[in-house]
C-alpha cells in the first residue's frame, strides 16, 4: 500500500527541527500530505562518520513503498549503512518539495504568546527566530526541544556500556583467512562475551563490513567514555582491545577509525509528547530516547513519521489538530514502549555475564547447530516476538484510528456545524431584517475574517 495516499485539505507550514532519521521521514510523509515543511539541521553535511544500521522488515517494507531502488527487497531484514539511509531519506524529502537547511543550529523553542499569535519561534544559535503553525522536535535523544519547549531537564544517567562504531573496508577482511568468509556471507554474526557483545554485517554490497562493540566501561577502562552523541571520532588505536580473543583484536585493528558513543537511560518516561500550546510535538528519539545500535529504532522512528503523516493528511480544520496529536501519542508510545523493551532484553541476551542465565542461554542456542527443530526456549520466544513486531503495519494503524474515532468525530461536528450555520442564518435573517451589521466575524472553523459583513 502505498504511504500517505490522502492530501490535506487543511496545509499547515512546519519546522522540524532535526533532519536525522525520524525528522527527514516525517518532513516527507508531511510533505506528500501537502504541507509547506522546513527542516533545521546542525550538522553542516550528512556524510559523518557512521556505521551500520539494521533496518527490519516493518521499515523495509515502507522503504519499498517509498523508493524504487528497495523495490525488490520485499520485507527483508536489511543491513545498511546509516549514512546510507540518511542520505536516501533527505533525497527523498527535497525530491518531494521539503526545504531542508543544513548547518544550522537551533537553541530553543518557545510556544506562541497568546491566542492571536499561537505560532511557536524557533530560536536558532545565529539569533534568527522562525515560526510555524507547528514545531516538531526531531533533535534526537538529547533533544533541545524538550528542555526548551517542554521545560524538561535531560536526567540522563549513564547505564555503564559504551558502544563502538565502525566499518572494515571488504579488501582488508578478504586477507584475513579467519575472516574472509564472514564479508561474503548473508549472515549477521554475532560474538558473545561476558557482558560484552559484537554485532557485525556485511554493508554496501559486501564491500564494507559493520562492527559494533557493547563494552562495560570498567573494563573498557576510564579513558573510554565517550558523551552520549554520534559525533565522537577517534582512532582505533587508541583502545587497548588485549582483553579480547585474538581473531577479535585482528579484527578491530582493520577498523581505520571508530564512532563512539554510550548507552543512557533517563529516569523518567515522558509525559506528554506534545506541549501545553498544542503546537509543539516530540518525534523519534526525542520522544523516546533509545539506546546506540538497538535493532529497531530506525523501524520505531520511521513509523513514528508514517503514522503521523498518516493522521496530518487528513487535516480540513485546526479544531483537529489536538486530537491527532493524541492519537499520534496513544498509537505510538505502547508500541515503542513494547519494543524498545524487547530491543534491550535483546542486547541483554547476548552480553550475559558468567552465571546460570547465561549457562541457560548456551543451551537453548544448542539446537540452532543441529538439524532437528527446537520449538522451545528463549530464541523461539525471541523470534515470535520478532514476528509480531515486523508485521505492523503503520500506516493502517493510523488509517484504522482515522476511520473508527478522527472521521467518526469530524461527522459529528459537522453536524453540529450545520446545525450551528443553520441557526447562525436565522439570526442573521433575523438581524438583518431589524437592520443589525456585524462586524469581524469568527467562523466555526476558527479562521477569523475581518471583511464579512451582513
Ligand atoms: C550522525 C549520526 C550518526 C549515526 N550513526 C548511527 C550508526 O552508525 N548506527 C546506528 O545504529 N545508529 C546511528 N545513529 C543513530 C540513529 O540515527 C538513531 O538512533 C535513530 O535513527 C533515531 O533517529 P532520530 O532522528 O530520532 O535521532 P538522531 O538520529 O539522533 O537525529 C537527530 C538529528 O537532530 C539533529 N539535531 C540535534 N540537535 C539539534 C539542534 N539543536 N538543532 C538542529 N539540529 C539538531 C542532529 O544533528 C541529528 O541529525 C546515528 C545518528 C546520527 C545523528
Known amino acids: 500500500m502505498p504511504t500517505i495516499q490522502a492530501t490535506a485539505s487543511l496545509q499547515l507550514d512546519w519546522i522540524i527541527v532535526g533532519g536525522g532519521l525520524s525528522g527527514l521521514a516525517t518532513a516527507y510523509v508531511l510533505r506528500k500530505a501537502g504541507h509547506r515543511v522546513r527542516v533545521l539541521e546542525k550538522l553542516q553535511k550528512l556524510d559523518v562518520p557512521a556505521a551500520g544500521l539494521r533496518v527490519p522488515p516493518n521499515l523495509s517494507k515502507i522503504f519499498k513503498d517509498w523508493i524504487a531502488v528497495m523495490k525488490e527487497t520485499g520485507g527483508d531484514f536489511l543491513m545498511m549503512h546509516h549514512e546510507d539511509v540518511h542520505k536516501m531519506l533527505y533525497r527523498l524529502a527535497v525530491e518531494a518539495g521539503v526545504t531542508v537547511e543544513l548547518g544550522v543550529e537551533v537553541v530553543a523553542v518557545e510556544a506562541g504568546q497568546s491566542d492571536e499569535s499561537p505560532e511557536p519561534r524557533v530560536v536558532l544559535a545565529s539569533g534568527q527566530v522562525y515560526t510555524a503553525d507547528l514545531v516538531v522536535g526531531a533533535d534526537g535523544p538529547t533533544s533541545i526541544v524538550r528542555q ?4 524538561i531537564d535531560d536526567t540522563a544517567e549513564p547505564v555503564g556500556v559504551t558502544v563502538l562504531g565502525g566499518i572494515i573496508p571488504a579488501d582488508a577482511m578478504l586477507k584475513d583467512p579467519d575472516w574472509s568468509s564472514f564479508v561474503l556471507a548473508d549472515e549477521w ?5 561476558p557482558r560484552r557483545s559484537l554485532c557485525c554485517h556485511p554493508v554496501r554490497a559486501k564491500k564494507e563490513f559493520s562492527v559494533q ?8 577502562g576510564p579513558d573510554n567514555v565517550g558523551p552520549e552523541s554520534w559525533y565522537e571520532v577517534i582512532p582505533t588505536t587508541s583502545i587497548d582491545f588485549t582483553p579480547y580473543a585474538p581473531s577479535i583484536q585482528r579484527l578491530l585493528a582493520m577498523v581505520p ?8 537511560k533517563r529516569a523518567e518516561e515522558l509525559e506528554n509528547w506534545s506541549d501545553d500550546s498544542g503546537r509543539i510535538v516530540l518525534i523519534g528519539e526525542a520522544a523516546h530516547p533509545w539506546f546506540p545500535g538497538g535493532s529497531h529504532i530506525s523501524s520505531m522512528v520511521v513509523e513514528d513519521a508514517v503514522v503521523f503523516g498518516t493522521l496530518f493528511s487528513h487535516l480540513s480544520d485546526h479544531s483537529q489538530i489536538g486530537s491527532f ?11 515503542t514502549k513494547v519494543v524498545k523493551q524487547e530491543d534491550i532484553t535483546n542486547a541483554q541476551l547476548v552480553m550475559l555475564p558468567y552465571g546460570p542465565d547465561r549457562d541457560a542461554r548456551n543451551a537453548n542456542m544448542a539446537p540452532l547447530s543441529r538439524t532437528d527443530d ?12 520478532f514476528a509480531e513486531i515486523f508485521c505492523y503495519e503503520a500506516e493502517d494503524a493510523a488509517e484504522e484510528w482515522w476511520v473508527d474515532w478522527g472521521r467518526f468525530s469530524q461527522r459529528a461536528k459537522g453536524q453540529q456545524q450545520q446545525s450551528y450555520q443553520d441557526d447562525h442564518a436565522a439570526d442573521a435573517g433575523t ?12 467562523s466555526v472553523t476558527g479562521h477569523h475574517s475581518d471583511d464579512e459583513e451582513s
Open 148 to 151: 526548551t519547549a517542554f521545560d
Open 189 to 193: 554474526p554475532i560474538f558473545m562475551g
Open 213 to 220: 562493540l557493547f563494552w562495560p566501561n570498567d573494563e573498557a
Open 257 to 264: 577509525f571508530l564512532t563512539r558513543t554510550r548507552f543512557m
Open 325 to 335: 496529536l493524541s492519537a499520534y501519542q496513544e498509537l505510538r508510545e505502547a508500541r
Open 374 to 385: 527446537w520449538d522451545e526456549g528463549i530464541l523461539k520466544r525471541e523470534l515470535d516476538v
Open 431 to 442: 438581524h438583518q431584517q431589524m437592520g443589525f451589521m456585524y462586524g469581524a466575524v469568527t
